[in-house]
C-alpha cells in the first residue's frame, strides 16, 4: 500500500493552480476543459468498479478528488486537522454509498464537494456554539502566525479577511475563485440558483475588497 | 440595429460594478452575453475602468491564496484507502452460516424438513391464531394502553420512512 500512497501523493501535488472559469451564454453552460465530461463518465465507472470490489477504482478515485476535496475544507475550516477529518469523511461516505450510485444523475465532484461542504458548515456551527461558550477557535494557522510561524503576513491578512464573510459567500468564493467550479455546478454544491451564485460572488467580494481596503499597500507590495 | 437590440446591448455602470465584482478583473471570464457590452461601457466611462481595475486587484489577492499547495499528507492518504478496503471488505465478507438466506426463513424456524412441512406448520399456527383471537374475551385480553399503541404506529411508520429511503436512491439521498 506504501507504494500506491505514494504515487497518489504524487499526483495530488499536481493540482494545477485555481482560476476563474467562464460561464457560457446560457447561463448554465461553462466552459471547462476538454477532458471534464470524459472524466466525470469515468468517475461513474470508478464507483461503480468500487462498489464491484474494485480496490483499485478507490486509489484512483482518491488521486483524482482528496487533493481538491482537502484544499476546500483548509481554506473554509482554516484548520489542518479538521480539514483532513472532513477530507476523510467525504470520501467515506463515498466508499459506504458506493453501491446506491447512480451513473448520470449527478457529478461524483460535485456531490462530494456538496458533501465536504456541509460537513464544513457543521464544524462551523459547532466551533460558533463553543466560542459562545468561551472555549478558543482552534485556527491553527493564525495561531502559528502570531507565534512567527507563519511567514506571510499578507496570507493571514487575507485569511482573516475571507474568515469575515458569511459561509455561503466564502463558500462561493472559494468554489468559484480557487476550485474552478462554473456557476451551475457552484450552484449544485450550494443548493441554491445561479442568479444566487453571481449575488453571492458580488456580496463576497465587495466585503473582502472592503475589509481588506486598509491593508492594501500590504497586500500588493512585493 | 432594432431598439430591442440596442437595449439588450446596453450595460449600466451598475450591472457592470456588479459583474466586475462578481467575476472579477478579466472580461474573458464573463459570461458570453456580457462581454460586448461591458466593453463598449468600458471604452467611454472611467468609473468601470476604476471598478474593473478594483476587481483586478482584488483577483491579485485572492490568487495569493489561489497559489498556496495543500496536498493530502501521506498518512491521510492512508487512512482514506485504509477507509476504502474497511468498506470494501465489508461487503465482501461471507454472510454466517446460520444467517445465511439460502435455506429461506421458514427453513430456518422448522429446519430441514421435506417442502410441504413448513407450510402446513404455518397454516396451522394461523388457524390456531384466528381461533384464539376470535373467541378470547376482551378481558382476557385487554386492549393496549393508547401510548403502548400510538408507539407501535410511530416504529410502524419510521420503518416506512426507511424502507421508502432504500427506494431513493439519488445523490441527494447520499448526503
Known amino acids: 500500500m506504501t507504494a500506491g500512497i505514494a504515487t497518489v501523493s504524487a499526483s495530488l501535488m499536481e493540482v494545477a493552480p485555481a482560476r476563474h472559469r467562464q460561464r457560457g451564454a446560457s447561463m448554465t453552460e461553462t466552459a471547462r476543459p476538454a477532458t471534464a465530461g470524459v472524466d466525470a463518465e469515468d468517475d461513474d465507472a470508478l464507483i461503480l468498479r ?173 | 440595429m432594432t431598439v430591442i437590440e440596442m437595449k439588450n446591448d446596453m450595460m449600466t455602470i451598475e450591472d457592470f460594478e456588479e459583474r466586475a465584482m462578481a467575476y472579477g478583473g478579466d472580461l474573458d471570464v464573463w459570461p458570453e452575453e456580457d462581454r460586448a457590452p461591458a466593453r463598449s461601457l468600458l471604452a467611454g466611462s472611467s468609473v468601470a475602468r476604476t471598478a474593473l481595475d478594483d476587481a483586478r486587484a482584488l483577483d491579485a489577492t485572492l490568487a495569493q491564496w489561489g497559489g498556496e499547495a495543500v496536498a493530502p499528507s501521506q498518512a491521510l492518504l492512508g487512512r482514506v484507502l485504509t477507509d476504502a478496503a474497511t468498506v470494501a471488505g465489508a461487503a465482501e465478507a461471507p454472510v454466517p452460516a446460520a444467517l445465511s438466506p439460502k435455506k429461506g426463513w421458514m427453513a430456518s424456524l422448522f429446519g430441514d424438513m421435506s417442502p410441504m412441512r413448513p407450510g ?40 416506512a420512512i426507511e424502507d421508502d429511503d432504500d427506494l431513493l436512491l439519488g445523490p441527494e439521498t447520499l448526503l
Not at chain 1, 489542518?80 to 449527478?106: H, Y
Not at chain 1, 459561509?167 to 468554489?175: D, G, K, S, V
Not at chain 2, 406448520?121 to 400510538?150: I, K, M, N, R, Y
Open chain 2, 120 to 159: 402446513l406448520a404455518l397454516a396451522a399456527c394461523l388457524a390456531l391464531g384466528f381461533v384464539v383471537g376470535t373467541t378470547l374475551d376482551e378481558q382476557v385480553l385487554p386492549s393496549l394502553a393508547p401510548e403502548v399503541a400510538e408507539e407501535a404506529v410511530m416504529i410502524d411508520f419510521a420503518f
Open chain 1, 50 to 222: 468500487f462498489a464491484a470490489g474494485d480496490q483499485s477504482a478507490a486509489r484512483l478515485l482518491t488521486e483524482r478528488h482528496l487533493g481538491r476535496v482537502l484544499a476546500l475544507a483548509t481554506r473554509m475550516l482554516r484548520d489542518t486537522a479538521e480539514a483532513e477529518d472532513v477530507a476523510q469523511e467525504a470520501m467515506m461516505r463515498a466508499w459506504r454509498n458506493a453501491s446506491k450510485w447512480e451513473p448520470g444523475r449527478a457529478k461524483f465532484s460535485t456531490w462530494l464537494h456538496k458533501v465536504a461542504l456541509n460537513l464544513c458548515y457543521d464544524r462551523l456551527r459547532k466551533r460558533r456554539s463553543a466560542s459562545l461558550d468561551d472555549v478558543a477557535e482552534p485556527v491553527d494557522d493564525r495561531a502559528s502566525a502570531q507565534d512567527g510561524m507563519e511567514a506571510d503576513e499578507r496570507l493571514t491578512v487575507l485569511k482573516d479577511a475571507m474568515e469575515a464573510l458569511p459561509e455561503r459567500q466564502r463558500a462561493a468564493i472559494q468554489l468559484r475563485h480557487f476550485e474552478e467550479r462554473g456557476n451551475d455546478e457552484t450552484a449544485e454544491i450550494l443548493g441554491v440558483s445561479i442568479e444566487a451564485v453571481e449575488s453571492l460572488l458580488s456580496r463576497g467580494r465587495r466585503a473582502l475588497r472592503d475589509r481588506l481596503a486598509g491593508q492594501r499597500a500590504l497586500l500588493l507590495e512585493e
